[in-house]
C-alpha cells in the first residue's frame, strides 16, 4: 500500500502562484511514477502532469510553460509549482501513483495509477 497526502491547495487571484505538495509513504517510493490530475465541478478527472521515477517530466496543452511538476525521492514527496494560475484551473488537485520504470503510453490515464490521494482544493479568482 501507498498512502498519499496532498497540501497546498488554496484561494488565489488570478495571475497568482500556489505549490502543490504529495507526501507519500508505505512502499519505496522512488519505484513509482507520479501524477497529478484535477477534477472541476461537473467534468471529469483530467491529467495534469507526471514525473517519472527517474524526473522526466510530461504535461497536458493547457499547463504547460506554466505548471512544473517535480519529485524529491529523499522526501519522498512530489510537487506542483503552479503559475499564472487562470480561473479555469479552479478544480480538486489529485496525486495518484503507480509503480512503473517508465512512463508509457498509460500515464495519461486516470485508471492506469494504482494509488490516489484525497485531493486539494485549489480556487482561482477572476
Known amino acids: 500500500q501507498v498512502q498519499l497526502v496532498e497540501s497546498g491547495g488554496g484561494l488565489v487571484q488570478a495571475g497568482g502562484s500556489l505549490r502543490l505538495s504529495c507526501a507519500a509513504s508505505g512502499r519505496t517510493f522512488s519505484n513509482y511514477a507520479m501524477g497529478w490530475f484535477r477534477q472541476a465541478p461537473g467534468k471529469e478527472r483530467e491529467f495534469v502532469a507526471a514525473?517519472?521515477?527517474?524526473?522526466?517530466?510530461f504535461y497536458t496543452d493547457s499547463v504547460k510553460g506554466r505548471f512544473t511538476i517535480s519529485r524529491d525521492n529523499t522526501k519522498n514527496s512530489i510537487y506542483l509549482q503552479m503559475n499564472s494560475l487562470k480561473p479555469e484551473d479552479t478544480a480538486v488537485f489529485y496525486c495518484?501513483?503507480?509503480?512503473?520504470?517508465?512512463?508509457?503510453?498509460?500515464?495519461?490515464?486516470?485508471?492506469?495509477?494504482?494509488?490516489w490521494g484525497q485531493g486539494t482544493q485549489v480556487t482561482v479568482s477572476s
Open positions: 514525473v517519472s521515477r527517474n524526473g522526466n517530466a
Open positions: 495518484a501513483a503507480k509503480q512503473a520504470a517508465f512512463l508509457g503510453d498509460w500515464f495519461q490515464k486516470s485508471s492506469s495509477y494504482e494509488y
